[in-house]
């Protein structure tokens, strides 16, 4: 069974809009692209897929635009590339490699990871924690910028049950932000 990685930006006070932490920098976009180059798909709701379409889908000329740097481009073309599912009950089709994940959540994504491969990654705030309340997520990545947004919305509010996790890897970057990575210590039934 491939596993399911949630992985996130959220600053020191919890807040995970992806504009509250510090700006990417190439240390933080190779990190990045590591992530996404090592999942075999990308799991996503409505408003993250189309946020992560609208900045990083290769245009059709072909060329990036100039607002990127030489290092956001490697991010953009794996994510460009990536196999992608989309979990949308108001989508009726999507593109950009990607189909819709549809009828019972739960079973859609224990299906993906029944799959072979080597893992699935999902983004965004509010399917994950859909995914976490389901028991579904075998290991949570949370890169902790070292800012304090006091706004915004917060890291999984509104969890249903308590979910202990093990720290089983971490990664600090010089701009102070460090990556935590943890499984949960008790696998769900």
């Not at 930006?9 to 700006?23: F, I, Q």
């Not at 740097?69 to 009726?92: G, H, M, N």
């Not at 994504?109 to 994950?128: C, D, H, I, N, S």
């Amino acid at each position: 069974m491939r596993p399911l990685r949630y992985s996130i930006n959220v600053t020191l006070d919890g807040c995970c809009h992806h504009e509250a932490g510090l700006p990417p920098d190439e240390e933080s976009m190779r990190y990045w692209t590591d992530r996404i180059e090592r999942a075999d798909a990308l799991l996503y709701g409505r408003v993250t897929y189309e946020m992560m379409e609208s900045a990083w889908r290769r245009p059709p000329t072909g060329t990036w635009p100039d607002w990127m740097d030489e290092w956001d481009v490697p991010f953009a073309e794996a994510i460009d590339r990536a196999q992608k599912y989309v979990v949308s009950s108001t989508l009726t089709e999507v593109d950009w490699s990607a189909e819709l994940v549809q009828g019972d959540l739960g079973q859609a994504v224990q299906r993906l990871k029944q799959e072979p491969g080597e893992g699935l990654a999902v983004g965004g705030v509010t399917l994950p924690l859909a995914l976490a309340d389901l028991g579904l997520i075998d290991e949570y990545e949370f890169v902790v910028q070292p800012v304090l947004a006091g706004h915004g919305p917060t890291l999984l509010a509104g969890l249903r049950e308590r979910i202990q996790l093990e720290l089983v890897d971490r990664h600090e970057f010089r701009s102070g932000a460090v990556a935590l990575r943890y499984r949960p210590t008790q696998v769900p039934a």
